[in-house]
């Protein structure tokens, strides 16, 4: 069985998240600002993390309101955060939550609703992937836009026995300037269950302190995986018209061989 969306998901490996520097977590950022500047605010971001969009953000002016359930994502989030000028840091108002139950004390509807990263697929069951979305259509102004992104780990039904793999896949690369230590981080697709959807890779840490020593941090980090069409039913299921899709930040048109669905909706 999968992890629920537990408060302290990432406590072990939370102080690695801003390490992470695949093309996809750099991308993704100016994509965000870009229809925030055409939207405006205020944002309300599911997921947030350590702030690693939530920051940019607000830098550019906008009022955002980061919703996270980890406890420890959010204590890396507000130690970063205390580094920052404070009109950047009072445009931020930190909730912790869950993406699939919550409701923001607030007198306004949201104008943009993000999801990015691909964290929607923490919710391993349809009942919180309903409910999720629920929730963001009752925050969601009615001129507003939802954007969610979706990670294509499996294109095709027919792809899901190849998934399976004992070989260990690099992932990336990194130095930590606070600690000096070099992290590398691999992974192993282990499992999957393909009634359920959920792919269970289990990544490592590798972390090479400057005194020659070696620590490994593992972790098993299980994600729902998605057909391009299931998440269009999802999303219309739940009163969200798609007004536009694609395969990448950059606007090209979802393939197979792309790594996200990227759907930006309305509600009907």
Known sequence: MPESTDKNLYVNDARFYDLDPREFLKTDIPFYLHRAAKIGGPILELACGTGRITIHLAEAGH???????????????????????????????????????????????????????????????????????????????????????????????????????????????????????????????KEIDTVRQIIYPQKTFHITKPDGAIEKVVKRSPFKYFFEDQVRNLLVANGLKIVEEMGYYDGRPITETNSEFLFVCQKV
């Open 63 to 189: 009022e955002v309101w980061g919703l996270e359930y980890s406890e420890t994502m959010l204590e890396q989030f507000r130690n970063k955060l205390a580094g920052f000028p404070k009109k950047t840091a009072d445009k931020i108002h930190l909730v912790q939550g869950d993406m699939s139950h919550f409701q923001l004390d607030r007198e306004f509807a949201f104008p943009l609703v993000i999801l990015p990263c691909r964290s929607f697929q923490l919710l391993y069951d349809e009942e919180k992937e309903n409910a999720c979305l629920k929730c963001v259509y009752s925050h969601l102004a009615e001129n507003g836009l939802f954007i969610i992104d979706i990670g294509n780990f499996i294109p095709n039904k027919a792809k899901e026995g190849e998934w399976v793999s004992s070989e260990e896949f690099f992932d990336w690369e990194n130095s930590d300037p606070k600690t000096g230590d070099k992290i590398q981080r691999t992974h192993i697709k």
